[in-house]
T-cell receptor, first 117, second 114 residues
Framework: NAGVTQTPKFQVLKTGQSMTLQCAQDMNHEYMSWYRQDPGMGLRLIHYSVGAGITDQGEVPNGYNVSRSTTEDFPLRLLSAAPSQTSVYFC????????????????FGEGSRLTVL | AQSVTQPDIHITVSEGASLELRCNYSYGATPYLFWYVQSPGQGLQLLLKYFSGDTLVQGIKGFEAEFKRSQSSFNLRKPSVHWSDAAEYFCALRPRNAGNMLTFGGGTRLMVKP
């Protein structure tokens, strides 16, 4: 089973460049989200989606855009990269409510390490 | 707003020794609580969760955690650590009405001495 697949795994950008981090899941999960991981700060939610066509902001949305045209895909776009966006990015998916479905689990991809020079 | 604190950034234990990782939270009611583990170069994997009921919950890989409402804590324990347990551990909280949005602690990196 592929689970949650993120590409690329590594990327180096120059300040001002744009790029898209791809995320795909094959578990038919309604919910998808993007987190960034920074040392000592744990994971912080950037954007999330509860279904195709529906997205919303998380804790740290500035500088990032998302869209959800299909259930499977949830790309994260950096329109003008800044050094402060140097981080490891994780995509996660789950059933619409991890409590009522009693799974309790977000399924994470392996991460994308982004460096902005 | 809610928050999760993991007071220990790094912990080193000897193989075979017991382990306790601390997690404290701030939230106005009883939250849903989780522990995730991240092995090097990997994504996060769920170890265990607390929704309600028995305050001692069992997870995978021999881990357990105890919810203590009076102390706002959800500490993770393992009676005998194996070298393969070396990883980073994250405590997380989900408020009662917040969809699937988890608030994570800063993480504790566990190193295991042979």
């Amino acid at each position: 089973n592929a689970g949650v697949t993120q590409t690329p795994k590594f990327q180096v950008l120059k300040t001002g460049q744009s790029m898209t981090l791809q995320c795909a899941q094959d578990m038919n999960h309604e919910y998808m989200s993007w987190y960034r991981q920074d040392p000592g700060m744990g994971l912080r939610l950037i954007h999330y989606s509860v279904g195709a066509g529906i997205t919303d902001q998380g804790e740290v949305p500035n500088g990032y855009n998302v869209s959800r045209s299909t259930t499977e895909d949830f790309p994260l776009r950096l329109l003008s990269a800044a050094p402060s966006q140097t981080s490891v990015y994780f995509c996660a998916s789950s059933y619409k409510d991890i409590v009522s479905s009693n799974t309790g689990e977000l399924f994470f991809g392996e991460g994308s390490r982004l460096t902005v020079l | 707003a809610q928050s999760v604190t993991q007071p220990d950034i790094h912990i080193t234990v000897s193989e075979g020794a017991s382990l306790e990782l601390r997690c404290n939270y701030s939230y106005g009611a009883t939250p849903y609580l989780f522990w995730y583990v991240q092995s090097p170069g990997q994504g996060l994997q769920l170890l265990l969760k607390y929704f309600s009921g028995d305050t001692l919950v069992q997870g995978i890989k021999g881990f357990e955690a105890e919810f203590k409402r009076s102390q706002s804590s959800f500490n993770l324990r393992k009676p005998s650590v194996h070298w393969s347990d070396a990883a980073e551990y994250f405590c997380a909280l989900r408020p009662r009405n917040a969809g699937n949005m988890l608030t994570f602690g800063g993480g504790t990196r566990l190193m295991v001495k042979p």
